[in-house]
């Protein structure tokens, strides 16, 4: 437990520093990363397991934040960013056009971190995918800086 809490601690002075990041958006991206390799469970809403709204409102949550446990809560209350910064909600439909079904936090560089049912667990993907274009319906923040 103490090796996560520096290595979070660590993280975010890191990434707050070499990217210009506020500290808030720091501390998200730090706490979705230290969350790379949690299991998926449809659901979840803690370090035993977790589903993409989960792995969400987790993230903000230890950086100080709460957010809305549903992906169309998220789209419906998140305000509509154009270019998605580190730490923006990144949602996606594959059934209906309009009504989310999946969320990412972007992370930069053209990659999010997600929680896949499909990969079994919270990973980072590149979004540079056919997939992952098409059904990408909307990009919302919650975060200032």
Not at 30 to 58: F, H, K, M, N
Not at 61 to 83: H, K
Request: charged share 25%; hydrophobic share 35%; net charge positive.
């Amino acid at each position: 437990m103490l090796r996560r809490l520096a290595y979070v601690c660590l993280s975010v002075v890191l990434a707050g520093c070499a990217s210009g990041l506020s500290e808030r958006r720091a501390r998200v991206l730090a706490s979705a990363e230290a969350l790379i390799g949690t299991p998926y469970r449809w659901g979840g809403t803690d370090r035993s397991g977790l589903d993409c709204s989960g792995l969400v409102q987790l993230s903000y949550a230890e950086a100080g934040l709460r957010v809305p446990r549903t992906t169309t809560a998220l789209l419906r209350d998140g305000r509509p960013a154009a270019d998605p910064e580190p730490g923006d909600l990144l949602l996606f439909s594959e059934n209906e056009p309009g009504k989310p079904t999946h969320v990412g936090i972007y992370a930069g560089d053209g990659r999010m971190i997600h929680a896949s049912s499909r990969g079994g667990r919270v990973l980072k993907s590149s979004l540079d995918t056919p997939y992952w274009r098409r059904n990408l319906i909307g990009c919302v923040r919650y975060l200032d800086g």
